[in-house]
Every structure is written in structure tokens, then in C-alpha cells.
């Protein structure tokens, strides 16, 4: 499985939504039904997700731009859905990383 995911200093963001709901699901598999839940899993994994929308350059897509009214992105970049984890120790998001990417 490849996931397309930029890691920094407390924080990890996944560019596909989806790659974020498969290890979601192996997170509820480990620690329940509860884990979606915002407070458990910062209480229990060190973390929050946030849903976010990412201002990309337009070279990533092969140069297509949007052109419809409703793309309030500036000239030559777009808008991509993506999920953040913000964790709150780094010894938590090391953690995250090896078990989970």
C-alpha cells in the first residue's frame, strides 16, 4: 500500500483522505469503537485528526487548472481535501509512525 504523506514535527498529513480511513479502521480494530471519537483518541493515542484543505501548486496535477467559479484558490494552485493529525508529543507520533505507516 503506498500512502501519500508528509510527516513533520508533530504533525503527519495524508493527501488521501482514504489512505486516512484505512488506518482509522485498523486503529478501531485495535482499540475499539470509541477510538473516533476526538477526546479518546488524543487521550488514548496522543493525537487529533482535522479534516483540512490543503493549497496545492497546479504542477503536481500536470498543469490542468481549474477555471470554475467556485475554485477560490489563487492562480496556478488548487484546494485537496486532506486529514492532519496534530499530535502532542513526539514520542506519540513516533509511536504512530512505526506501528501504523
Known amino acids: ?23 482509522l479502521d485498523r486503529l478501531e480494530k485495535d482499540f475499539g469503537h470509541a477510538i473516533r471519537m476526538r477526546h479518546i ?6 493525537f487529533t ?8 501548486s497546479n504542477r503536481k496535477r ?15 494552485y488548487h484546494y485537496e481535501q486532506q486529514v492532519h493529525l496534530d499530535f502532542y508529543t513526539e514520542s506519540a507520533q513516533s ?4 506501528k501504523y505507516l
Open 1 to 23: 500500500m503506498s500512502l501519500k504523506v508528509t510527516t513533520k514535527k508533530n504533525l503527519i498529513v495524508f493527501h488521501d483522505p482514504a489512505d486516512w480511513d484505512t488506518i
Open 41 to 46: 483518541m488524543r487521550r488514548e493515542l496522543g
Open 49 to 56: 485528526a482535522r479534516d483540512h484543505r490543503g493549497l496545492e
Open 62 to 76: 500536470g498543469g490542468v487548472l481549474d477555471t470554475y467559479a467556485w475554485n477560490t484558490a489563487p492562480a496556478g
Open 95 to 98: 509511536w504512530f509512525i512505526l
